[in-house]
Structure formats: C-alpha cells, structure tokens
C-alpha cells in the first residue's frame, strides 16, 4: 500500500510508482434500486462502462439523479450491484468488500463527523477504526491537519468550525488509513467560492503526490478544474467520455453568445434570432427560459448580425464553450436542472 509522507515544503508526497494501471474496471455495471410504497423499481445506473487508472483524477459529471451517487457508492462496496461486473484494485467487491474499504478514502456528500469531539479526536478515532494504534492514529492526524490548514482548530470541537473547514476535514479524516484511491461525493457543495478554492488547492496537492481521485459533481467549472478524465451521466447512462477540453471541442462551438431579452420582446427576438444565417457547420440556437443561446466559433461576428436585425437584448454575452454546454447540448438540459 502506498504511504503519504510529509515532504520538506509540508506537501503530502505518496510512494505511489508512477506507472499508471487500472484501479477501477467496470462492465454493463447496472444498479436498480427496489421501489417503496408500492411504486415499481427504480433503474439509477443503466449497463455503464468505466475504468479508472491510478493517479489521475476522474470525475462522474451529471445533474442530480443521473446515477453518480450510486455508482460511487458501488465502487466503495456500499451498495451490492445489481448486475454486471466490477472490479476495485483487480478483486470483486461481493467477496472482497472489506479488503477493499481498507485501501480506500471516502468523502460522502454530508459530513459525518462528530460534532462533541475535537479537530484532532475525529482523525483519531476514525484512525482507530482501521486498527491503527492511537499513537500513530494521532502521528497521522497531526500531519494531516497541517496538510488541510487546520493546525490552529486541532483542540477545537467541530460544531465551531466552518462548512469549508468541515470539509478539509472530512477529507483529512479519510485520509488517515493511507488510502490508494479517494472518493469525493459532491465535495464542494453548499460552499462558498473561497472554500471551494481552498478545498481544489489540497486536492491538487494530493493528486499531485500520486492519489487516484474519483469525484462526482454537477459543478462545470470543478469538473474542468480537477479532472483529467470525466465521463456525463444522464438518466443512469453514460452520454460522453473524455477531457473536459476534448468533450467540449467535439460537442461544441469554440464560443456561445448569450442574448437575453425583455419580456415583450423575447417572442421577437428568439424568432429574428433563429431567422440569422448559420456561421459554421456547427452554428446552433438554444432556447432557455431566461436567455437564447448561439454556439458559433466566433460570438462576436454573430452579434453584429443580430445589431444588423435591429435586435436589441437587455444583455449580450460572449463566452467561451463549458462543459455546462456539452452537457445541454447532448440531453438538452442544464446541468442545473
């Protein structure tokens, strides 16, 4: 199992080789969960195929219900799956589930941290859990506070800590037992822009020191922040596969020009918005409740065509493609929906 070892600058370093191999193998993996109340069974992951290589971070991208919860919660032998085959470091999670939690990291969605304990008493007692002795289970806590910046809150309980403090020490906390794969479910949710950018630095860190990350989020910009592969997931299956910068060159436009409208004058301007000459192969027009959208490779070309027509939006917006896009592009709805 590989060690994280304090470096000189303080980074957690992993004796991980560098040579990359599959962690994570799936096939035709399929979850339905039984219904209740009398209403019929539920299919949440539809026959997905994944494999996941050690050291890089993947990520399950999807709106709420897609099936990302339940395929994490397959690979960290918490839920049995209903068919198909799935393999975590080469065993089977039905015969070698514990063998498996042992080299495993879990961040679940809501903190499950005990709030009449202190910073440091968390680490170690969750450290006790997996047969460490206390005094290396408080070895480690020590280190791994110093890495998630919460040296000053050790002796602190945690109902006085902040969401994202709370946060870096889910994620301390499950890296006590030197885990060779971490699993983060929805890992930034509820925090706000400061918090989430402190919690991607750590995570940087630790994939940089040879963790395998596997994330779920519904976050775009997480996405293509901390992942180098992804897969979308919609309804239980999987849509696209790839890079975040490789999804949206082969389903989008390089650029997307947003247009809002007053509400008198949306009718019109959706209509002369369509009426405009395509530019490009790939020129599509997206129509949102509270905007119409325009993939082109060049946004401002198509804005002059739109001032051109008279079209007066209370807002025009040229951006450049996400995977927020792709997303809309392939299910034709947000990511927030």
Not at 85 to 92: H, K, N, P, R, T
Not at 208 to 221: C, I, K, N, P
Not at 276 to 288: M, T
Request: charged letters at 30%.
């Amino acid at each position: 199992m590989p060690s994280l070892r304090a470096h000189h600058d303080g980074a957690l370093v992993s004796s991980i080789a560098p040579a990359k191999t599959a962690l994570v193998r799936a096939r035709d993996l399929t979850k339905i969960h039984p219904g209740r109340s009398g209403s019929p069974p539920f299919l949440a992951v539809d026959a997905i195929e994944v494999e996941i290589e050690q050291g890089e971070a993947f990520g399950f991208l999807g709106p709420n219900g897609a099936g990302k919860s339940s395929t994490m919660r397959m690979i960290g032998c918490v839920s049995p799956r209903s068919s198909g085959s799935l393999e975590i470091f080469g065993l089977d999670p039905d015969r070698d589930g514990s063998r498996i939690r042992a080299r495993l990291g879990v961040v679940p969605q809501e903190d499950a941290l005990d709030s009449e304990l202190t910073v440091t008493e968390n680490c170690v007692v969750y450290g006790r859990y997996f047969g460490l002795s206390k005094s290396l289970a408080r070895e480690r806590s020590q280190r791994l506070l110093a890495f998630a910046q919460l040296e000053e809150k050790a002796d602190q309980r945690v109902d006085q800590l902040s969401g994202g403090m709370r946060r870096r020490l889910t994620i301390a906390r499950a890296l006590v037992n030197e885990p060779e794969l971490l699993l983060l479910d929805e890992p930034t949710t509820g925090l706000d822009p400061q918090a989430r950018h402190v919690l991607w630095e750590r995570l940087f860190t630790l994939k940089a020191g040879g963790v395998t990350l596997v994330l779920t989020t519904h976050y775009m910009d997480e996405a293509e922040q901390l992942c180098d592969r992804l897969v979308v997931m919609d309804h239980g299956k999987i849509v696209a596969e790839g890079s975040p910068r490789a999804l949206i060159e082969r389903y989008v436009t390089r650029e997307v020009l947003e247009l809002r409208f007053a509400d008198d004058d949306r009718e019109r301007g959706y209509a002369e918005v369509r009426s405009l000459p395509a530019r490009g192969d790939r020129h599509r027009v997206e129509e949102l409740p509270d905007r119409v959208l325009i993939y082109a490779d060049d946004g401002d070309a198509v804005l002059e065509q739109a001032h051109s027509r008279g079209l007066e939006p209370l807002t025009a917006l040229v951006r450049r493609s996400t995977l927020e896009d792709v997303f809309l592009t392939l299910t034709g709805r947000s990511l927030i929906d």
